[in-house]
């Protein structure tokens, strides 16, 4: 394999895991062929401009190791260079945060590192869609209501770490929560509503595992879009533990779309993706169908 690899970690994802799997994962790409350029990031300022140096920089490979957080710089940097014409750079996703949802949903194993590592040095790339707001792309999925206001609560919290937190950030934001008001258009069609939440998924999962939107698919062309309607607060604790099944669909305050371009609108509604930060509402969702290929492990 003679090819440029810049290898980005994060070296505090999944609580240290990430350092302690580098050896393994460093030499399986060298067993395969490589000699990868090896970057530790501090924090995640320093993570984004080296993923932006080694994209500009025209690397064969960016690899980069860490959780969702890690994917979404390289899934921004890489998109950006390919839909404005510079396709040399391939994005490989290597898990090692505590969520993993990214590589999770194009059918990585979100817990093996070196196995992730053994499929880059395989070299099978497939295209997969993603998700635009404004200038930022979205590779999992977007959340606009209670899933929002939670995921913002856990990225504040400093304790406890892990996917604990976010259980942790449910029950602090449940006791206070009310239906949020909707205005949204489903490709032209505008509907007005109250709901718990509006997902909006390019692939099926968020938050470690849960599967709010669970027949996403990232090769399909089109945005799933999962509404919870307002429910009680009990209802809501039920449900959301079947969200790890996606059996909560089942339920009829569950409504499921897809569409093409979804926006939404509403007062106080701000947008977290890929477990980041995104923009406050009004948010333009589109599909950007094939927008990057990304390695894959290879088809049965």
């Given at each position: 394999?003679?090819?440029?690899?810049?290898?980005?970690?994060?070296?505090?994802?999944?609580?240290?895991?990430?350092?302690?799997?580098?050896?393994?994962?460093v030499g399986t790409l060298r067993d395969g062929g490589a000699d990868p350029e090896i970057l530790l990031s501090r924090d995640f300022a320093e993570a984004r401009t080296m993923i932006r140096r080694a994209v500009e920089n025209a690397v064969d490979v960016l690899a980069v190791m860490g959780g969702d957080g890690m994917?979404?710089?390289?899934?921004?940097?890489?998109?950006?260079?390919?839909?404005?014409?510079?396709?040399?750079?391939?994005?490989?996703m290597i898990p090692a945060g505590t969520g993993n949802d990214l590589c999770r949903g194009i059918g990585l194993d979100p817990q093996d590192a070196v196995a992730a590592a053994a499929i880059i040095a395989a070299g099978c790339t497939r295209a997969i869609d993603l998700a635009r707001v404004g200038d930022t792309y979205i590779a999992t999925v977007l959340a606009t209501g209670f899933d929002a206001l939670v995921n913002r609560r856990a990225n504040q919290m400093p304790w406890p770490r892990g996917s604990t937190r976010y259980v942790a950030a449910v029950?602090?934001?449940?006791?206070?929560?009310?239906?949020?008001?909707?205005?949204?258009?489903?490709?032209?069609?505008?509907?007005?509503q109250q709901a718990t939440l509006v997902a909006i998924g390019n692939t099926n999962a968020y938050g470690g595992g849960m599967l709010i939107c669970p027949t996403a698919d990232p090769y399909?062309?089109?945005?799933?879009v999962t509404i919870i309607h307002p429910v009680s607060r009990l209802k809501l604790l039920r449900l959301l533990p079947e969200t790890y099944s996606g059996k909560f669909v089942r339920h009829q305050c569950v409504e499921q779309l897809q569409v093409r371009e979804v926006t939404v609108e509403g007062p106080g509604l701000v947008g977290f993706g890929d477990g980041e930060m995104i923009a406050a509402a009004p948010l333009r969702v589109c599909s950007v169908p094939q927008a990057l290929p990304v390695f894959v492990p290879r088809p049965m």
């Open positions: 394999m003679n090819r440029r690899i810049r290898l980005v970690v994060n070296p505090s994802a999944g609580k240290g895991r990430a350092l302690e799997l580098l050896p393994q994962v994917m979404h710089l390289g899934i921004n940097a890489t998109a950006l260079a390919h839909l404005s014409g510079n396709s040399r750079t391939t994005l490989g029950m602090a934001e449940l006791p206070a929560f009310s239906p949020l008001h909707y205005r949204l258009t489903l490709d032209g069609q505008v509907r007005e399909d062309g089109l945005l799933d």
